[in-house]
């Protein structure tokens, strides 16, 4: 089975740059999702195709990807940002999360 | 809209069994495989098994390969998780998940509690 692993606190002030980055030999060639969890609820991908975004998701997110790594990047990290964010891919029918990244903006 | 609706959770005792379902709306639920994510209390999310489309094929992570088992009834647009031989970790809200190649729409999750 595969891992992804990601720090688990990111910090910034409301405006900065915050970057999330998920490790894992998977992502070499498959690609990464990226989920925002909010306390209470579900789920809600912001970044497919490691750098693709879903329509009604706000500009100042975006993905990239460079070898084992992925990047998530909030620029101009807003207070309603701060949440849960986990990253995810999927090989040889093993799908697996990252252990979670709590980003705090204040 | 894509609407999924997790039912079944509940309170049950080590080594017991439940069946969990999730009520699919607003798309061809024949058309699209499924999966089963949970989270413990206070954790991460951990991806539980997947069905295709057809039922055809199903995946599982090792943590509950064996004791659950996925399937769907697509004339119901419902799929179901059976939990065998449940733990007291596999405590968590268990949410079921439609993904496809750009888009990823999930229920709001029924909470499982294992525990005597």
């Known amino acids: 089975s595969y891992e992804l692993t990601q720090p688990s606190s990111v910090s910034v002030s409301p405006g900065q740059t915050a970057r999330i980055t998920c490790s894992g030999d998977?992502?070499?060639?498959?690609?990464a999702r990226w989920f925002q969890q909010k306390p209470g609820q579900a789920p809600v991908m912001v970044i497919y195709?490691?750098?693709e975004r879903p329509s009604g998701i706000p500009e100042r997110f975006s993905g990239s990807s460079s070898g084992t790594t992925v990047t998530l990047t909030i620029s101009g990290a807003q207070v309603e940002d701060e949440a849960d964010y986990y990253c995810?891919?999927?090989?040889?029918?093993?799908?697996?999360f990252g252990g979670g990244t709590k980003l705090t903006v204040l | 809209q894509v609407q999924l609706v997790e039912s079944g959770g509940g309170v049950v005792q080590p080594g017991r069994s439940l069946r969990l379902s999730c009520t699919a709306s607003?798309?061809?639920?024949?058309?699209?495989?499924m999966h089963w994510v949970r989270q413990a209390p206070g954790k991460g999310l951990e991806w539980v098994a997947v069905?295709?489309?057809?039922?055809?094929?199903?995946y599982y992570a090792d943590s509950v390969k064996g004791r659950f088992t996925i399937s769907r009834d697509n004339s119901k647009n419902t799929l179901y998780l059976q939990m065998n031989s449940l733990r007291a970790e596999d405590t968590a809200v268990y949410y079921c998940?439609?993904?496809?190649?750009?888009?990823?729409?999930w229920g709001q999750g029924t909470l499982v509690t294992v525990s005597s």
């Open positions: 998940a439609r993904e496809d190649s750009s888009s990823s729409h």
């Open positions: 607003g798309f061809t639920f024949s058309s699209y495989g």
């Open positions: 069905i295709w489309y057809d039922g055809s094929k199903q």
């Open positions: 998977v992502l070499a060639k498959k690609y």
């Open positions: 195709k490691d750098s």
């Open positions: 995810y891919s999927a090989a040889d029918n093993n799908w697996v």
